[in-house]
T-cell receptor, first 113, second 118 residues
Framework: AQSVTQLGSHVSVSEGALVLLRCNYS??????LFWYVQYPNQGLQLLLK??????LVKGINGFEAEFKKSETSFHLTKPSAHMSDAAEYFC???????????FGAGTRLTVKP | GAVVSQHPSRVICKSGTSVKIECRSL??????MFWYRQFPKQSLMLMAT?????????EQGVEKDKFLINHASLTLSTLTVTSAHPEDSSFYIC??????????????FGSGTRLTVV
């Protein structure tokens, strides 16, 4: 079954600094890859997703991610962190033949003033 | 579009009672829905896949007799936690697939239900 690994359960950056959240996936077929953000006691909000086509995906709130098949990675980046970016971020993968989505363990992003 | 409404958002129940959580697709037909469980500061763990008109498929380790899933219509799936115990306290989230044409599947999530069993 497909799976994802998020390196770093907690990432702390200063406001204005680059955000890099790492995600590696495992899949037996070409995957669909997603990044979600979750604020405390709330549901999930989709930041961006990769299905096919362009490997650099731009999402909401200035986030983007690049699908690198050779590295089985889908790291999330944002050039300049904002205080409002502080939240839990989940990388997820699904496969076309079963469609169920599997989540990584999550990375908590803290933004320091 | 592709909105899923999940109710209730919070529920407190006594140990031994049953609780039903509803997940409704508001503007599309959801043939497949998923139920996840999230413990504090942890990830979402898939509990089961619910297909309209058929029995749910449960993940390994999930008790199907305890977590009853019904998906009787294309717009409603329910999760009933039977004979709830404090260890069932958790955040439960539903999700549904919708079709985006050539952009692959879309997934939409409910806002979650915080269950506290006392």
């Amino acid at each position: 079954a497909q799976s994802v690994t998020q390196l770093g359960s907690h990432v702390s950056v200063s406001e204005g600094a680059l955000v890099l959240l790492r995600c590696n996936y495992s899949s037996s077929v070409p995957p669909y890859l997603f990044w979600y953000v979750q604020y405390p006691n709330q549901g999930l909000q989709l930041l961006l997703k990769y299905t096919t086509g362009a490997t650099l995906v731009k999402g909401i709130n200035g986030f983007e991610a690049e699908f690198k098949k050779s590295e089985t990675s889908f790291h999330l980046t944002k050039p300049s962190a904002h205080m409002s970016d502080a939240a839990e971020y989940f990388c997820a993968v699904s496969e076309s033949h079963n469609n169920d989505m599997r989540f990584g363990a999550g990375t908590r992003l803290t933004v320091k003033p | 579009g592709a909105v899923v409404s999940q109710h209730p958002s919070r529920v407190i129940c006594k140990s031994g009672t049953s609780v039903k959580i509803e997940c409704r697709s508001l503007d599309f037909q959801a043939t497949t829905m998923f139920w996840y469980r999230q413990f504090p500061k942890q990830s979402l763990m898939l509990m089961a896949t619910s297909n309209e008109g058929s029995k749910a498929t449960y993940e390994q380790g999930v008790e199907k007799d305890k977590f009853l899933i019904n998906h009787a219509s294309l717009t409603l799936s329910t999760l009933t936690v039977t004979s709830a115990h404090p260890e069932d306290s958790s955040f439960y989230i539903c999700s549904a697939i919708y079709h985006t044409g050539d952009r692959g599947p879309g997934y939409t999530f409910g806002s979650g239900t915080r269950l506290t069993v006392v």
